[in-house]
């Protein structure tokens, strides 16, 4: 399937201090982009069919074969705008069997190119792999990395509890790159309390860092990991498709200043 894609655009973000804040102020600039873009998207026609991979006790069906979306606009000063050159792109493919061994690989780029300088611009890679032992039985495994540059001052690259470093508070480390690895070892259970949702567990392990500009001038900490248990909640009386995650985590590394132990709750469109 090939569509292609036409629109306009009007993207205006402003900022200001906290009134009275104790820290100090880190303001960014303010922007404005009114832009039409053009794009186009591709779509190979394969899907497969499984359970137990996202969801819990579920039929999905999942693309499994290429896809390709990228947009180019232009933004310009007598759209009531900045002159900017915006763009995004991104690609994936699955390989292999969901019922048996499948990887799946990523790629997404976006940013501005400003008075011939790129700015905001993002690179992320991702590779999924997971091995299916049994119907309610998945080890699973995924390795990310985010290249930055000259990124905007209220876009850094974040790591920690709310993005996959579960044993550390939210937003523990910033910078402009970050790599991060997590396995699980994830159980699908039977059991399903007062027909109101379904259960699942799992037994993870992450380790990542930050590299690069700090917008608040945080230290780097280097290398961090992980390692705790997990449980899974899926309502069925609903069709937001959302699971709900409960993770206790122990972080292996870090400053002195941090709990032993990290319990973070959340909702995830997955697994």
Known sequence: VRRYIAGVVSDESLFSSVIDGTLPAAVPD?????YPFVGIEILENRFETTTNRDQIDKTEDLLTGTRFYATLGWSDESFDGQDALLYQISAGRWYGSLDKAALALALDASGRVEDGESVNALLSASMRYSKRFSPKNTFFAALSG??????????????????????YPLRYQTGDSKI??????????????????????AIFGDVGRTWGDHPTGGSELGWLRDIGVGLRFAPTRGGSGKIVHLDIAFPLDGDPTIDDVQIVLESKRSF
């Open 146 to 167: 985010t290249f930055g540059e000259n990124l905007d001052l209220d876009s850094p690259v974040e790591l920690g509890g709310d993005t996959g470093l579960r044993g």
């Open 30 to 34: 303010d922007r404005k982009y009114v």
């Open 180 to 201: 991060l690895l997590s396995v699980e070892q994830r159980y699908f259970w039977d059991w399903y309390p007062f027909r109101l949702f379904r259960v699942g567990g």
